[in-house]
């Protein structure tokens, strides 16, 4: 190991940057479906698997003592629920090793990467392929959940989007925190919102500053806390921007279309100078330059840019912020 390497662990814990995984994973794991608990069910389950569902169960990818359940396919895709639940036919013994090893990793293609000789692997991959053939039901999909029960979808998305601008929030308080223990109230000395206490200043401003590749090099406790809002903004805002849509009365295809317009104008921001409001017009004219997009996309796409600025005021106003 470096010396540079204390680097990284020199620097404050972000709570939104560190967690909003483990949330986003929670609240696609909470709607999946699970099976009751069947004893005699789940005996003849194992028993497909080609073992012996009395003695100590053995791990189906690589033989060694089974220390735990592996999801065959993960609950969660790209942080939202895969359609896969915690259901008997999802669920094989597993050691821990495989089970970490293998992540979200298709089992298949996991099972290929086990030093076992080909014969044991092809073997191994029959028995798990009779017992999801068997056991494992259709995937389920977001749209159905959406078609059954539109208004809890959007209550649902909704309290995911507080949970993570609260934590957001919460790193925004836990920064004046810190610089209140060293002295350091700089951002209070040169801020013209410096009369507004920072647990009230907007998590996302409607119009957050985005720093230049420059500005980045020498950051004060401001542009640590802007720089925050813009990560948040980064992986984030898009996809509860499309919640919003949806909670508004957008339809999912819709809501998709204006997070791909909204995408485009977040990236095209990135490292400009400026705010994102009064970067529309410029979005707008620069796109003209792609061939590849048609006057009318291109007007689409300034519609979108306009709606997330609308968004990210809005959401800013939801917390009971000033404003800007
Ligand atoms: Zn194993």
């Not at 680097?7 to 994973?25: D, G, M």
């Amino acid at each position: 190991m470096r010396v540079e390497s204390i680097r990284t662990h020199l620097q404050p814990y972000r709570i939104h940057a560190r967690r909003s995984t483990t949330v986003n994973h929670a609240f696609a794991s909470a709607i999946a479906p699970a099976d009751a608990f069947a004893i005699d069910r789940v005996r003849t389950a194992i028993s497909l698997l080609g073992q012996d569902p009395d003695v100590d169960l053995a791990c189906v990818y690589c033989g060694l003592p089974a220390e735990t359940w592996d999801h065959l396919r993960g609950l969660v895709v790209k942080r939202n629920f895969s359609g896969y639940g915690h259901v008997l036919g999802n669920l094989v013994p597993s050691c821990k090793p495989c089970n970490s090893r293998k992540g979200s990793k298709d089992w298949r293609a996991f099972l290929e990467s086990t030093p076992a000789d080909r014969s044991t692997r092809a073997r191994r991959e029959a028995l798990i392929a009779a017992y999801v053939a068997e056991y494992l039901p259709e995937p389920l999909t977001v749209a159905t959940f959406e078609d059954r029960c539109p208004e809890l979808m959007a209550e649902f998305s909704a309290i995911r989007m507080e949970v993570l601008a609260l934590l957001a929030r919460a790193d925004d308080v836990a920064a004046a925190i810190r610089a209140a223990q060293v002295g350091l109230a700089r951002r209070a000395d040169a801020s013209p919102t410096s009369s507004t206490p920072s647990s009230a200043r907007p998590v996302v401003a409607s119009a957050p500053p985005i720093l230049s590749g420059k500005r980045r090099t020498a950051m004060s406790d401001n542009d640590e806390i802007t720089k925050m809002d813009w990560v948040w903004l980064s992986a984030d805002a898009i996809e509860q921007f499309k919640a919003w849509r949806i909670q508004g009365g957008a339809t999912a295809a819709s809501a998709s279309s204006y997070a791909t317009g909204a995408r485009s104008f977040v990236h095209y921001c990135r490292g400009l100078d400026k705010d994102p409001s009064s970067a529309i017009e410029d979005f707008y004219k620069n796109l003209a330059r792609n061939s590849g997009i048609t006057p009318r996309a291109r007007s689409d796409y300034r519609s979108h840019a306009r709606a997330f600025v609308r968004f990210l005021s809005a959401t800013s106003r939801q917390r009971g912020s000033v404003g800007t």
